[in-house]
């Protein structure tokens, strides 16, 4: 009876697998994984979702057609051999082909993930000095200032007269620069459908940026515990269109009116006097 060559034949099963799951992941599972296309950012990163579930289909089948395969096959059929095999001491080829395959993914991973932050921002906070300004040459970003503090978000407009209010409106096909703070405790803003998520500390100005796309309603949570009543600070955000945005921010610059002179004037941070607060 001729030899098995075990390699070739899992080798052979694991091809298959990859070639008809990876596509499979690709185009029909990837692409409903959130957040969605909300804006330039949550669509770069169900791309960056694509590619890590491409690239990782074909290593996860591989490790388990591996383990399959030898429980099935070289499981021990004698209750009364000995458990213990023969002892394995090495096998140069495959330890110099799994420090290539490893190195090249681990390269080629860190390469990609440094060219996509550059890209578009990514979304994330970055501090106050951003590495990276998805800005075009002779344009500018909106600027919103986004508040924490136990338990809601407020949203200040420093082009607007510096107007503060309790919801979020931003105009679409705009690129817009959040400045998210923190009156007490460590808070995270988080604008889910918009892939953003930067987190509101004290006397930190940590900046984020977003693009938005057509007309959406997007959720707005804390996502760092902040308190008794963190489960409850959420609201929700809108994109609408340019005129819209105008009537609105026009309509709260004259409600808030008042409340506007009152507020100290625009900064980065903000230093309030001690308040008793739970939690």
Same mark, same amino acid.
């Given at each position: ?36 296309? =909300? ?19 074909? &290593? ?7 383990? =399959?395969?030898?429980?099935? #096959? ?11 095999? @023969? ?41 106050? &000095?951003?590495?990276? /300004? ?9 600027? /919103? ?39 007490? /405790? ?9 892939? #953003? ?9 940590? /900046? ?18 902040? =308190? ?43 230093? @309030? ?7």
């Amino acid at each position: 009876m001729p030899e098995i060559n075990h390699f070739r034949r899992v080798a052979l099963i694991w091809l298959v697998s990859s070639i008809v799951a990876t596509p499979l992941v690709i185009f029909l599972f990837a692409p409903i994984v959130p957040p969605g296309q =909300g804006s330039v950012q949550s669509s770069g990163q169900v791309l960056d979702n694509t590619v890590l579930f491409g690239l990782s289909t074909p &290593i996860a089948l591989a490790v388990l057609i591996f383990f =399959g395969y030898s429980f099935v #096959v070289f499981r021990e059929r004698d209750p009364a051999a000995v458990l213990d095999g @023969p002892a394995v001491r090495g096998h140069a080829g495959a330890q110099l082909w799994w420090m290539i395959v490893t190195i090249t993914i681990v390269l080629f991973l860190a390469t990609y993930a440094s060219y996509r932050t550059f890209v578009d921002g990514a979304g994330g906070g970055q501090g106050p &000095i951003p590495a990276s /300004v998805p800005v075009p040459s002779g344009q500018s970003a909106l600027p /919103v200032q986004v508040i924490a503090q136990q338990w809601q978000f407020t949203y200040r407009y420093p082009t607007y007269g510096g107007v503060e209010t309790s919801e979020l409106y931003l105009p679409e096909h705009t690129i817009v620069k959040f400045n998210v703070t923190s009156l007490d /405790v460590v808070h995270s803003f988080w604008a889910y459908q918009l892939a #953003v998520k930067a987190d509101a500390n004290p006397n930190v100005n940590n /900046v984020a940026f977003v693009k938005t796309r057509g007309p959406l309603t997007f959720n707005v949570r804390c996502a760092e515990l902040c =308190g008794v009543w963190h489960g409850y600070m959420f609201n929700l955000g809108h994109v609408v269109s340019k005129a819209q945005f105008a009537a609105w921010i026009a309509q709260q610059q004259r409600q808030f009116a008042p409340i506007t002179k009152s507020l100290p004037k625009y900064n980065p941070t903000y230093n @309030p006097a001690p308040t008793r607060r739970g939690g």
